[in-house]
């Protein structure tokens, strides 16, 4: 029997994505600081909203055509340093911006640049690990992820602590980060075409290509199963509810008296909950039955803490700044876990469904459907919280949540789940003493 933590280290051949760290520490860093400089500048909801809108159109339209890119051309490390070097300008830019509108365009400048990370390192993950590693390298570099957004908070919490005077000095350090990215990118291996992509490379550069694009989305979105669709609806219900929870989110803890030091502290706390809970993710999703089960179990606790915001933090925020930080501690823990369990199970079942050669074009589609959810989120909060208050705001986001779960829970009716599995998941033993073959 091998060491029951066995399972918990990573797959091998990991160090391709160390690149992942830095990259997202300065991205996290920065797509933080933004709304703080805006509400510092006189913005208020609404500015927020509209800079974190504007990103995620951008960033939709960047998942879209940098997967085309990835696809036609092949190219895998060249999108990562263009990305990580336009954000190191961009973080530099930010630094002298004094304009609201300014903060706006760089934000969504952030957003269409940097959208090409995520579908070349899903592009990675299918080409550098065995199919039925996927699970457990994606659970890992979604660690690393994490891993360079906590450190990104944690460097913003000691920078505006000490440094409250001149809290737009941090931009630079996110521009030292992304500079890091680009080193260690750089040193990545050369990009190596599979054998099944040849001769694919004529008819993807041909004159007609983009005609052959419009094409193949109409034939796709036709030939569309009523299972894909309710998914869809359901994936993108989801992002819509976290866009609305998250956009009036920072705007509210600043109105009731909470510092910026301690906002980095919170969303510290948001993220290394997901650290500290990703090496245990492979074991708790096949406790839990499977991928299917998983998705439908992780709505619960990200919507306890969604609806403990909306019923408590929102009603004592007046009186207590303690109250509602220690509040804000607790339901980030319970959304982020909840998150890392449904996003690891989705990313497994899409990843599944993709043809050989079509990976950097599905995974666009797939950012395109989460953009779509992310901007429509930010619309509505910037509506809804100036017209009808934080509660209502977050009640609203917490609703559209419990309708995504009823579309999941309907879509996934027929996986085996029962009272078994669930007590298995919460079980001593089994995590303790499952032989790993």
């Known amino acids: 029997m091998l060491h029951p933590f066995h399972s918990f280290w990573p797959a091998k051949g990991l160090t391709w994505a160390y690149y992942l760290i830095p990259f997202n520490a300065s991205t996290s860093g920065l797509s933080t600081a933004i709304p703080l400089y805006l509400l510092n500048y006189g913005g208020g909801v609404k500015e927020v909203a509209l800079a974190i809108f504007l990103s995620a159109i951008a960033s939709t339209i960047g998942s879209l055509l940098w997967g085309k890119l990835i696809d036609r051309m092949r190219l895998r490390t060249a999108v990562i340093i263009v990305g990580a070097a336009s954000l190191s300008i961009l973080a530099v830019c930010t630094y002298f911006a004094s304009d609201i509108s300014v903060l706006i365009l760089i934000s969504t400048m ?40 906590v450190i990104a908070m944690l460097a913003g919490y000691l920078w505006l602590m000490f440094y409250q005077d001149d809290a737009r000095s941090f931009a630079i350090v996110c521009s030292g980060l992304a500079m890091i990215s680009i080193i260690m990118a750089s040193t990545l291996s050369r990009n190596v075409k599979p054998a099944s992509y040849l001769g694919a490379d004529k008819k993807e550069l041909s004159p007609n290509a983009a005609n052959q694009g419009i094409k193949s989305w109409r034939s796709m979105l036709g030939g569309m199963t009523k299972r894909e669709c309710i998914f869809l609806v359901g994936l993108c219900l989801y992002f819509i509810s976290g866009n609305l929870f998250f956009t009036p989110y ?35 999703t096949s406790a839990l039955g499977g991928e299917n089960n998983t998705i439908k179990w992780a709505y619960v606790p990200r919507l306890i803490g969604i609806l403990s915001i909306a019923a408590f933090a929102a009603g004592v925020a007046g009186n207590s700044a303690t109250i509602l930080l220690t509040i804000t501690f607790v339901a980030f823990i319970a959304i982020d876990v909840s998150f890392s369990m449904w996003h690891t199970a989705t990313t497994a079942l899409f990843m599944r469904g993709i043809s050989l050669g079509n990976e950097g074009k599905m995974f666009g589609i797939n950012g395109g459907v ?66 790993i073959a």
Not at 254 to 270: C, P, R, V
Not at 417 to 424: C, G, I, M, T
């Open 370 to 435: 989460v953009g779509i959810g992310l901007f429509l989120g930010s619309v509505i909060a910037g509506e809804a919280a100036p017209q009808f208050g934080y509660t209502a705001t977050f009640s609203m986001s917490a609703g559209l949540f419990a309708i995504s779960f009823i579309i999941m829970a309907m879509l996934f009716k027929n996986a085996h789940q029962n009272a078994k599995a669930v007590s298995r998941a919460f079980s001593l033993r089994f995590w303790m003493t499952k032989r």
């Open 110 to 149: 952030v957003g269409f640049l940097t959208a090409g990370i995520g579908p070349v390192t899903n592009v990675f993950v299918m080409e550098r690990s065995a199919r039925k590693d996927w699970v457990m390298t994606s659970s890992w570099i979604t660690l690393a992820t994490c891993a360079g957004i």
């Open 250 to 284: 920072t705007p509210f803890l600043k109105e009731n008296g909470i510092s910026d030091s301690e906002i980095f502290l919170a969303y510290t706390i948001l993220h290394l909950s997901k650290v500290i809970y990703l090496p245990f993710n492979s074991r708790a």
